[in-house]
């Protein structure tokens, strides 16, 4: 049984999905590797041929999340055209989905205390989901006067800390994370607003 991870697929997969487990169960700190070999079923001896340490598996981990990230926001931009600003609202929606269907990656990525500079795969990812809010970033800006523009680089971030914010406090399930919006109307209201400060959405009537 020690073996069986190993012997029948990809080890170091079966490692990372293990993690992923104790990650959403426990925390990122809160078990050693030892005991991730032992979720998936291997000898902490087999782990070092395919993870220098806990940091480098959880690296992995970030990694994987970045990649899955990157997809779901990419999928959600194309979905939401031929309108910019339906493309925009629905990258947001799909950071909230993104953080509830997959814990264990969105914890990794954020809460882990890995660097995206653990490694340059890691960055490649990073680098890439960062490119979707920028992408529609820099279209929404094309609509703003010269020289009422801001950077495409301070919108897309106020927009992702605008997602992120709202994913720590009220779409976690976290105990008196309670808010009396759900965190999607939150989280679109927050945006109109950002947007028509900038003058991209006329006020109301």
Not at 130 to 142: G, N, T
Not at 147 to 153: K, L, T, Y
Not at 169 to 185: F, H, I, K, T, V
Request: with cysteine; hydrophobic share 45%; net charge neutral.
């Amino acid at each position: 049984m020690a073996k069986q991870g190993y012997h029948h697929g990809n080890l170091r997969q079966a490692l990372v999905d293990a993690a992923l487990d104790l990650i959403e169960s426990r925390g990122p700190q809160a078990f050693t590797l030892s005991e991730a070999a032992k979720a998936a079923g291997v000898t902490p001896a087999a782990v070092y041929r395919h993870f220098a340490g806990k940091d480098e598996l959880m690296a992995e981990c970030a990694r994987q999340g970045y990649e899955i990230f990157a997809d779901v926001m990419d999928h959600a931009f194309d979905e939401g055209r031929p309108s910019i600003l339906a493309a925009f609202e629905a990258t947001g929606r799909a950071y909230l989905a993104f953080a509830r269907k997959f814990p264990g990656h969105y914890i990794a990525m954020f809460e882990s205390g890995v660097s995206t500079n653990a490694s340059p795969g890691l960055a490649r990812a990073a680098d890439r989901a960062r490119a979707v809010f920028a992408k529609s970033a820099e279209a929404l800006c094309q609509h703003i006067p010269a020289g009422r523009r801001p950077p495409s680089a301070m919108f897309s971030a106020h927009v992702w800390a605008m997602s992120h914010g709202i994913v720590e406090l009220y779409a976690r399930g976290a105990p008196g994370a309670r808010s009396p919006y759900a965190p999607e109307d939150l989280l679109e209201s927050g945006i109109l607003i950002y947007l028509r400060g900038l003058g991209l959405i006329p006020p109301d009537s």
